[in-house]
């Protein structure tokens, strides 16, 4: 069983940046699949960032391409999510998940409980 715990969000100006963190206990990440997904308020869940087990490949959203970058460190058991240029569209909740291949959110076998961030106009 892994547990996901996220941490970072926040309020933040538009414009800004954040650094989310999700840190595994429980098993070790350092086979997994690591994604983040968010959730605006109404809409349905979507796919930001994923990186593979090893960290050679990642994939990002088209909405934050450019702006948004994941990574991960397996010794620390954590993956990372670096946010700027944010802007109010980003308003969401950000969670973590692992288990599944790359942006594949129905095959995500873990999950955290997220983390909220505020872009302010």
């Known amino acids: 069983q892994v547990q996901l715990v996220e941490s970072g969000g926040g309020l933040v100006q538009a414009g800004g940046s954040l650094r989310l963190s999700c840190a595994a206990s429980g098993r070790t990440l350092r086979n997994f699949n690591m994604d983040w997904f968010r959730q605006a308020p109404g809409k349905e869940r979507e796919f930001v960032a994923a990186?593979?087990?090893?960290?050679?490949?990642?994939y990002y959203a088209d909405s934050v391409k450019g702006r948004f970058t994941i990574s991960r460190d397996n010794a620390k058991n954590t993956v990372y999510l670096q946010m700027n240029s944010l802007n109010s569209e980003d308003t969401a909740v950000y969670y973590c998940a692992a288990g599944g291949p790359p942006f594949a959110i129905r095959f995500m076998a873990y999950w955290g409980k997220g983390t909220p961030v505020t872009v302010s106009s």
């Open positions: 990186i593979t087990w090893g960290g050679g490949n990642t």
